[in-house]
């Protein structure tokens, strides 16, 4: 792997020495004969200047192949566009798939848009613009509309015939999906089933007739899971009608399902970790608000401790265990959040009934918390040589555990239930509740036997 890097440092080198130095048949040759995404890596480690010479070697249609591996969203590609000629910029996403233009437009002002689309061609604009039009969490945000149709009188033969000549505006050809008069999904066919079978073979008899599809409207979670439910190397999508308009394929789920662990992610840390930032202000100015929420309800807890004064000062031993039991059963919490937030991922079928999960983690719970308190309550009964104490711990820290994995995996399958995103019930919400909650398990179990162990 080392010496892969290595070879690979050589090359960019001799290809930036090349390109500063105007030797463009040089660059051109070692350039294209590289992978995309090794082209789009040394693209993007130049300076403005050098992307300036490297615009007069390439011409578009070479740019746009390697910008299809290029992030959408990434921060600096509408600078990227910006420093471009305008028509070279519109040409190079003319030259693009589809569906990962659009998504590099759906990113830039309005006016942009218009004077790039402008300068396309109208057919191909009318596609994008169609696109644009999508949520971009749907099917059709995300699918593709470059792919190739046939119809079922068609013979093997001419089918061939046809993929040979549009193949190369397609963005996969593997499935062959074929349409009615009216651009209606009537079946599908694989390449490899086009090359096993005699060119007089009609396609209607070889044809898959139940297509799996999905709507433009399904969310791009939903599509994602399909895909990999059925192991398909792309999916048709079709409209109200059921007409087929796209295909979404197995690049732009990875992407999905990158995405969606993103976001899950965030939500569990009560922090967008897509956000980068180097900028301390930027950063803060992000995490603040959820801090602050999580401040107030901490509040709650410190107020509830405060409710507490007398029995503390009664008993001051209680102050020693309040971090033990409420770290702990916060960190169950979290653990059951996370379960919970895992399990609603799944469709369909594998998706667990509420109360089914609500036992389950309950029952995980009880089983957690009374391992953990018996194993808490020899601790300090040996430890104070108060066995009553001990006895106390053992089970505020059962109660709080137990409680804990309730919240943990009900919080999320409620909001899920009410269509909000299970992850928002994120890791510091669960464990500042988990705070309160074990507070008033711990002093009222304790208030219960203060005078057996004092």
Same mark, same amino acid.
Do not use: C
């Given at each position: 792997?080392?010496?892969?890097?290595?070879?690979?440092?050589?090359?960019?080198?001799?290809?930036?020495?090349?390109?500063?130095?105007?030797?463009?048949?040089? #660059?051109?040759?070692?350039?294209?004969?590289?992978?995309?995404?090794?082209?789009?890596?040394?693209?993007?480690?130049?300076?403005?200047?050098?992307?300036?010479?490297?615009?007069?070697?390439?011409?578009?249609?070479?740019?746009?192949?390697?910008?299809?591996?290029?992030? =959408?969203?990434?921060?600096?590609?509408?600078?990227?566009?910006?420093?471009?000629?305008?028509?070279?910029?519109?040409?190079?996403?003319?030259?693009?798939?589809?569906?990962?233009?659009?998504?590099?437009?759906?990113?830039?002002?309005?006016?942009?848009?218009?004077?790039?689309?402008?300068?396309?061609?109208?057919?191909?604009?009318?596609?994008?613009?169609?696109?644009?039009?999508?949520?971009?969490?749907?099917?059709?945000?995300?699918?593709?509309? =470059?792919?190739?149709?046939?119809q079922a009188e068609l013979t093997v033969g001419e089918a061939l015939t046809?993929?040979?000549?549009?193949?190369?505006?397609?963005?996969?050809?593997?499935?062959?999906?074929?349409?009615?008069?009216?651009?209606?999904?009537?079946?599908?066919?694989?390449?490899?089933?086009l090359i096993v079978t005699d060119d007089d073979t009609k396609l209607a008899?070889?044809?898959?007739?139940?297509?799996?599809?999905?709507?433009?409207?399904?969310?791009?979670?939903?599509?994602?899971?399909?895909?990999?439910?059925?192991?398909?190397?792309?999916?048709?999508?079709?409209?109200?009608?059921?007409?087929?308009?796209?295909?979404?394929?197995?690049? =732009?789920?990875?992407?999905?399902?990158?995405?969606?662990?993103?976001?899950?992610?965030?939500?569990?840390?009560?922090?967008?970790?897509?956000?980068?930032?180097?900028?301390?202000?930027?950063?803060?100015?992000?995490?603040?608000?959820?801090?602050?929420?999580?401040?107030?309800?901490?509040?709650?807890?410190?107020?509830?401790?405060?409710?507490?004064?007398?029995?503390?000062?009664?008993?001051?031993?209680?102050?020693?265990?309040?971090?033990?039991?409420?770290?702990?059963?916060?960190?169950?919490?979290?653990?059951?959040?996370?379960?919970?937030?895992?399990?609603?991922?799944?469709?369909?079928?594998?998706?667990?009934?509420?109360?089914?999960?609500?036992?389950?983690?309950?029952?995980?719970?009880?089983?957690?918390?009374?391992?953990?308190?018996?194993?808490?309550?020899?601790?300090?009964?040996?430890?104070?040589?108060?066995?009553?104490?001990?006895?106390?711990?053992?089970?505020?820290?059962?109660a709080a555990i137990t409680v804990a994995n309730l919240a943990g995996s009900?919080?999320?399958?409620?909001?899920?239930?009410?269509? #909000?995103?299970?992850?928002?019930?994120?890791?510091?919400?669960?464990?500042?509740?988990?705070?309160?909650?074990?507070?008033?398990?711990?002093?009222?179990?304790?208030?219960?036997?203060?005078?057996?162990?004092?």
């Amino acid at each position: 792997m080392e010496q892969n890097n290595d070879q690979g440092n050589v090359i960019q080198a001799r290809l930036l020495q090349a390109l500063t130095k105007g030797e463009h048949k040089v #660059f051109r040759k070692m350039f294209l004969d590289m992978h995309f995404y090794d082209q789009a890596q040394f693209y993007l480690s130049l300076v403005p200047e050098q992307r300036q010479q490297l615009y007069q070697i390439l011409d578009p249609h070479e740019v746009g192949d390697f910008f299809d591996t290029i992030e =959408d969203d990434l921060p600096e590609m509408r600078e990227l566009l910006l420093e471009m000629d305008t028509r070279y910029a519109a040409s190079l996403l003319n030259s693009m798939f589809d569906d990962n233009a659009a998504d590099i437009l759906e990113h830039l002002p309005k006016d942009e848009v218009d004077s790039y689309l402008n300068l396309m061609n109208k057919a191909d604009a009318i596609q994008l613009r169609k696109l644009l039009h999508y949520d971009t969490e749907t099917a059709g945000g995300i699918m593709t509309t =470059d792919f190739i149709t046939l119809q079922a009188e068609l013979t093997v033969g001419e089918a061939l015939t046809i993929l040979k000549h549009e193949a190369d505006e397609a963005e996969t050809i593997y499935y062959v999906y074929l349409v009615n008069s009216d651009q209606r999904l009537v079946g599908v066919i694989t390449l490899r089933d086009l090359i096993v079978t005699d060119d007089d073979t009609k396609l209607a008899a070889i044809m898959t007739p139940n297509v799996i599809s999905a709507s433009v409207h399904d969310e791009q979670a939903d599509v994602a899971q399909k895909i990999r439910d059925y192991n398909f190397i792309a999916l048709p999508v079709v409209d109200d009608q059921q007409k087929l308009v796209g295909i979404v394929t197995v690049d =732009d789920v990875i992407e999905v399902i990158d995405d969606e662990a993103q976001a899950d992610y965030s939500g569990l840390a009560g922090v967008d970790v897509e956000d980068v930032s180097d900028n301390p202000l930027k950063a803060a100015s992000k995490r603040l608000p959820w801090l602050i929420t999580l401040l107030f309800l901490g509040m709650s807890t410190a107020t509830l401790i405060n409710h507490y004064e007398g029995l503390l000062s009664e008993a001051s031993i209680l102050a020693v265990f309040i971090s033990l039991i409420t770290g702990t059963a916060g960190n169950a919490g979290t653990q059951s959040l996370a379960v919970a937030v895992r399990r609603l991922a799944f469709k369909g079928n594998d998706k667990p009934k509420l109360v089914r999960l609500v036992v389950s983690e309950i029952l995980t719970g009880l089983v957690t918390g009374l391992i953990t308190g018996l194993t808490v309550m020899l601790i300090v009964g040996f430890w104070k040589q108060n066995f009553t104490l001990g006895l106390t711990i053992g089970l505020a820290m059962t109660a709080a555990i137990t409680v804990a994995n309730l919240a943990g995996s009900l919080i999320p399958m409620l909001m899920d239930k009410l269509g #909000f995103d299970p992850a928002v019930a994120s890791g510091p919400f669960i464990t500042t509740l988990s705070d309160l909650t074990s507070v008033l398990i711990y002093f009222s179990i304790a208030q219960i036997f203060i005078h057996a162990f004092m």
